[in-house]
């Protein structure tokens, strides 16, 4: 976007790895919601298609706010008109420097676990989040204990209902086989002969996508598809090593039956985990799908960041950090205007594309001297996105998210098609999450941005034999 709006300027991308990520096959789905695959390229490509891009691939090692100056890992210094920070976020892990925890946030880390699990017979997956949703489900010949902090899954993205909607699909036995990758990996020539340390999560990697497990093959040791025990309202506690176990002299417990009671568990394994409830189970490694934390880390030495409480640095309407000419976007930064009712920042991936675009224009703007507008991109939370092969849609607040108890909800649910939940406050639709092809996303969207009185219409609102969009059209 900066290329564009400044064609004769020198444009850097400052990148520690040296591969792109680049958005592919966009369809904007309607106003507010888009799809998009996302690719990594090798960065000759961007810098072919636009001239005024230099790709420099090193890490930053120390930025010299007040000199206007960054400074890379390979000694050399940059100097700036204006910088944007969009370094992201990395995953917080449980326990750091573990062998055998690993993160999952980037396409290398993804290969690691690949790696590991095709000698795995039992996991522990510790995570609710969208990661940890998509792992489980495409597990399979391997046993996998889930341990969520909630009461039912997913509850990033969705409620109870909609988890016992999902359930049936963990345990159901897997048909289509799934689609080759959409993305092409590029790696430097020479990096793939080194084998990669486990759990390298210091490492800079870039993001996976939306679709970053398709194309591994999710496999384990065990000839079953799908084994997977959900341990509830649980965190870790604790890891300990074999030795360290054995001395304990504790029970660690097989992986659960549905109608047996729990038996304690013969096999030696590498690590045991023991849950804050109580229980512990011995398994290969540990996945932590925990979410993440913004990258902040590089730029805080000697610079007076204002910094949110969820550790990003903060940004105004126009993308500006505290600090002069310095803005940020994505995962790195915290939304810290006054949102609009139904828009709250999550670091996703569709936030992450708006947010660097919307900062190029802000950057133009400032430079040029003009005014400009929050993007509209800001007014509505809206995502899609696919669980267990179905496809997702969450618009607005769509939990509830700050509606105190002041809300009710709307439900419609027709087992293995679709789930439909509306939240809706004094008669105006709030939020909705729409599970499956339930075609109702434009309709509800435009529902929720104009904040129509509903009350007139009750229950109807989502009466199956009613074409609400065609009513509203």
Known sequence: KLAVEFPSEDIFLMTASPVIKAVTNFKQVSKTLEEFDVEEQPSSLLEK????????????????????????????????????????????????????????????????????????????????????????????????????????????????????????????????????????????????????????????????????????????????????????????????????????????????????????????????????????????????????????????DGNNFAVGEDGGLKVDRHMHTSLPDIYAAGDICTASWEPSPVWHQMRLWTQARQMGWYAAKCMAADTLGESIDLDFSFELFAHVTKFFNYKVVVLGKYNAQGLGLDHELMLRCTKGQEYVKVVMQNGRMMGAVLIGETDLEETFENLILNQMDLSAYGEDLLNPDIDIEDYFD
């Not at 509830?232 to 360290?244: D, F, G, P, Y």
């Not at 659960?256 to 590498?270: A, H």
């Open 49 to 300: 298609r636009y001239p005024n891009i230099k790709v420099i691939q090193s890490a930053v090692k120390q930025l010299k706010s007040d000199e206007h100056k960054v400074l890379t890992e390979d000694g050399k210094e940059y100097m700036y008109e204006k910088l944007c920070l969009c370094a992201g976020a990395k995953p917080k892990l449980i326990f750091e420097g573990s062998p055998y925890v690993l993160g999952i946030r980037d396409t290398d880390s993804a290969q690691a676990f690949q790696k590991n699990l095709a000698q795995a017979e039992r996991i522990v997956v510790v995570g609710n989040g969208g990661i940890a949703l998509e792992l489980v489900y495409e597990i399979q010949g391997c046993e996998v204990i889930w341990a969520i902090k909630d009461k039912a899954i997913g509850n990033t993205f969705f409620d109870a209902g909609a988890a016992e909607f999902l359930i049936p699909k963990l345990t159901a036995e897997k048909r289509e086989t799934p689609i080759q990758c959409k993305r092409t990996k590029y790696t430097m020539e020479g990096t793939e002969e080194k084998e990669r340390p486990v759990a390298a999560s210091d490492k800079l990697g870039s993001a996976l996508g939306p679709d970053w497990h398709e194309g591994l093959d999710l496999k384990g040791t065990k000839e079953f598809s799908h084994k997977v025990h959900i341990e509830i309202l649980c965190e870790v506690k604790k890891i300990h090593l074999q030795q360290e176990f054995i001395q304990l002299q504790r029970t660690s417990l097989t992986f659960p039956k549905e109608e047996k009671n729990v038996e304690p568990d013969e096999v030696l394994w590498p690590v045991y985990v023991e849950l804050t409830n109580g229980k512990i189970y011995g398994c290969d490694f540990i996945v932590s799908a925990t979410g993440v934390v913004p990258n902040v880390k590089p730029f805080l």
